[in-house]
């Protein structure tokens, strides 16, 4: 950002340093070019202006003083998150008074702020100055200040030679009650080969606090090191996907968060408990009342009172990881965010987290730090571009009962945390604004928060992998900048691109697509995931299981035969442990996965992934789990929610999946019975054209498997006595040529 603070005086000639750290605060930028600072003036009551408006922002200072003023200084200064490597004030000609450029260093740029002359003449002269300065420069520079010259003057064309307008150049910043010209720039040094890749740059909205409005931009940088910043493109030239993922085929998925804590309420608890009526989501029904029962009504205990009594007082991440690990799981993904726009990790960008309150620790964090240590690659979802909508019914009140037409939660305002454990956090960060105020400029500044959170969390903790909710980017090009981020990031740590993305977006060569409880009908050419979770994403028990060992092990050798990795929730109950029910599961998922490894870890699929095809004779039975109906039959595809459960009618006992390993094939038999089967595909006349077999093992067995190959197919035992009473699966000796 670049802002003529005007000593902190606005258009109504108050002094008011608040108001200008507010402005600032609402932006978030990295760093703040700052002109027109007064240190210890008389006119500002002798106090050192920039280092009130780093306490009030939590930014660093740095001061360049040009001329001594009214019985202090006058002059530039920068505000920034990150304190600067290297300082540098250099004078500049001016000659109505004396002007300076201040120069700080950072790891990754260097960023210049600086206060013009009025005369062309002397910003001529800046400028060719600044020029020489920058010469050697070989980090991605910066420029921004007021420079009191318009678009089309001779300073402004003398410095596009070296430098590219990174806030448009054309909107008007000064007066700032009503614009009528434009002095106020960012620019990006591009004569050592530097690139600026601007994500959205505006003149932002404030027409008191100063006689300037300030310039913002989000911009990533890139140049001409391997090190740095690639496109969207080249990155796609670059990019396979890792082995470690395409070899894994089974990852494990932590859920935790403040709606952990209603024992009843559904996946969507924060939305529903403000929804008397649920319509069609139906698996939300129980959680307004659940709530008034338990927290009070939501007019005066809502979302906050959830949060307040999140602790996750059990959580142990290392004895987790190192359990999923044992299960035989070979990546693991940790909830960030939901649509409820609570952040699970320590965040600069967002105040409502998980290290701000609730159980006041660093959720991501803690579970980064045990997956390193237990050797697995280390992942986030991200769910919450959708949280305006999703949130709206925190704005309505009871249409019905004692407390009909007071509003909800989310019209409460900073001042009604008073006396309150929020005290000093503002609802509308949490919840957004009220409908009816909500802007475009508003829902731009949305998008760029979610930028710069989601940018931090992939950076921040060396995300190996990021997972989207949603169809498509989330938010359009923002969500392709956080992939970009992220791939950009695996790129510095490792020397080559080791991350994963994972979305429902098509046509996207860089990212794994992903199939909601669903599976593929067909073997894709493409990664692709399948998610699943055991009744609601968030620990409830509203309901009976929708999964158990016997359906998660089908699910998982279907989504294997089709090249496809699963990606199993377990829904953390509020304190951090696992609930005896749901272990009890994933006890028998890691046994039988630990038994039939072959089969599942580094495999690919066959020409075909099954035979004896639809034994069950089902029509695709279509469990939504906390999504909305409606929108699952207008966007979702049609693999999406077609998962099988255990309501779902049993497969016969001859339908099989197949998976290869080398010269090995896998024939995993989804629900065996004693006796013998045949297989069509594997006789010598199929179509297929299989080797001639020459051995049949059953994994985990010792036992002598009686098998024999024909024209027709392949004839084999299943004996009675099995590893498990699950899938049973064979490695076949021949059949790949």
Not at 440 to 461: D, G, S
């Amino acid at each position: 950002m670049s802002y003529n603070i005007r000593h902190g005086a606005g258009l109504d000639e108050r002094l008011d340093f608040d108001r200008i750290a507010e402005v600032i605060n609402r932006e978030h930028p990295d760093v703040v070019a700052l002109q027109e600072v007064d240190s210890v003036t008389q006119r500002i009551g002798g106090c050192d202006l920039l280092g009130e408006l780093g306490k009030l922002t939590g930014m660093q200072q740095v001061y360049a003083p040009a001329i001594s003023f009214d019985g202090g200084k006058y002059g530039i200064g920068l505000l920034c998150r990150k304190k600067p490597l290297a300082i540098r004030r250099v004078p500049l000609p001016g000659r109505e008074e004396p002007r300076m450029l201040l120069i700080a260093e950072f790891e990754d740029y260097v960023f210049c702020c600086t206060h013009l002359s009025l005369t062309e003449e002397d910003q001529l002269a800046s400028v060719e100055k600044i020029g020489k300065l920058l010469e050697n420069e070989k980090k991605p520079v910066f420029l921004a200040g007021d420079l009191n010259a318009e678009p089309d003057s001779p300073t402004m064309k003398a410095l596009q030679k070296k430098f590219v307008i990174l806030t448009g150049g054309k909107e008007m910043t000064i007066p700032a009650d009503n614009p009528q010209s434009c002095i106020d720039y960012i620019l990006g040094y591009m004569a050592n080969g530097s690139r600026y890749q601007v994500t959205t740059n505006y003149v932002v909205n404030e027409p008191v606090a100063s006689d300037h409005r300030p310039v913002f931009v989000n911009v990533s940088v890139a140049g001409t090191h391997p090190e740095q910043d690639l496109s969207w493109d080249e990155l796609q030239k670059e990019y396979q996907f890792p082995e470690w993922y395409t070899e894994a085929r089974f990852g494990i998925w932590a859920t935790i968060g403040p709606q952990s804590v209603p024992r009843l309420g559904g996946g969507w608890y924060a939305r529903h408990m403000f929804m008397q009526d649920v319509g069609s989501q139906t698996f939300g029904r129980n959680a307004y009342a659940y709530h008034l029962k338990v927290f009070g009504p939501q007019s005066q205990k809502g979302y906050t009172e959830v949060i307040h009594q999140w602790k996750a007082e059990r959580l142990n991440t290392d004895s987790l990881v190192a359990y999923f690990k044992s299960l035989g799981a070979r990546y693991l993904v940790v909830h960030a965010n939901h649509h409820d726009h609570f952040d699970n990790f320590a965040s600069t960008y967002h105040p409502w987290n998980s290290v701000n309150m609730g159980p006041h620790k660093d959720i991501v964090g803690l579970f980064e730090q045990s997956a390193r240590k237990y050797g697995l690659p280390f992942g986030v979802s991200s769910h919450d571009d959708r949280f305006l909508n999703w949130w709206l019914p925190a704005f309505g009140a009871d249409t019905s009962g004692p407390y009909k037409g007071i509003p909800y939660e989310g019209r409460m305002t900073k001042a009604d945390g008073n006396g309150k454990w929020w005290e000093g956090y503002d609802p509308a960060q949490l919840y957004g604004l009220p409908p009816e105020q909500r802007t475009q400029e508003y829902e731009r500044k949305i998008k760029e928060n979610y930028l710069l959170r989601q940018q931090e969390l992939v950076t921040k903790y060396k995300v190996d992998l990021l997972w989207v909710d949603g169809y498509g980017f989330p938010y359009g090009n923002y969500g392709k900048e956080v992939f970009r981020t992220l791939f950009n990031n695996s790129l510095k740590q490792y020397g080559k691109i080791n991350a994963v993305g994972i979305a429902k977006v098509d046509n996207e060569s860089m990212l794994v697509r992903d199939i909601e409880a669903g599976v593929a009908d067909s073997i894709l050419p493409y990664p692709w995931d399948g998610i699943f979770t055991f009744t609601h994403w968030f620990y409830k028990e509203d309901d009976p299981l929708m999964h158990n060992a016997r359906t998660v092990i089908e699910l998982l050798s279907d989504i294997v035969s089709k090249n496809g990795n699963m990606l199993l929730n377990v829904e953390l109950k509020a304190d951090g442990t696992i609930a005896p029910e749901h272990k009890k599961i994933l006890d028998e998922v890691g046994q039988w996965v630990r038994i039939n490894s072959k089969a599942i870890y580094g495999s690919r699929p066959w020409t075909v992934y099954g035979d004896n095809l639809n034994s069950c004779l089902r029509n695709v039975e279509r469990h939504i789990v906390n999504a909305d109906a409606g929108q699952v039959l207008e966007e979702a595809q049609k693999e999406n929610f077609n998962a099988r459960t255990v309501n779902s009618t049993p497969y016969g006992s001859d339908e099989v999946r197949f998976t290869v390993c080398g010269s090995k094939l896998y024939v995993i038999v989804l629900n065996p019975e004693s006796g013998t089967i045949r297989v069509p595909v594997l006789g010598f006349g199929s179509s297929e054209h299989p080797g001639k077999i020459s051995s049949v093992r059953m994994l985990g067995s010792q036992q002598n498997i009686s098998f024999s190959q024909s024209e027709d197919n392949l004839s084999m035992d299943i004996p009675d006595e099995r590893p498990t009473s699950y899938a049973v699966v064979f490695e076949v000796d021949g059949a790949i040529n």
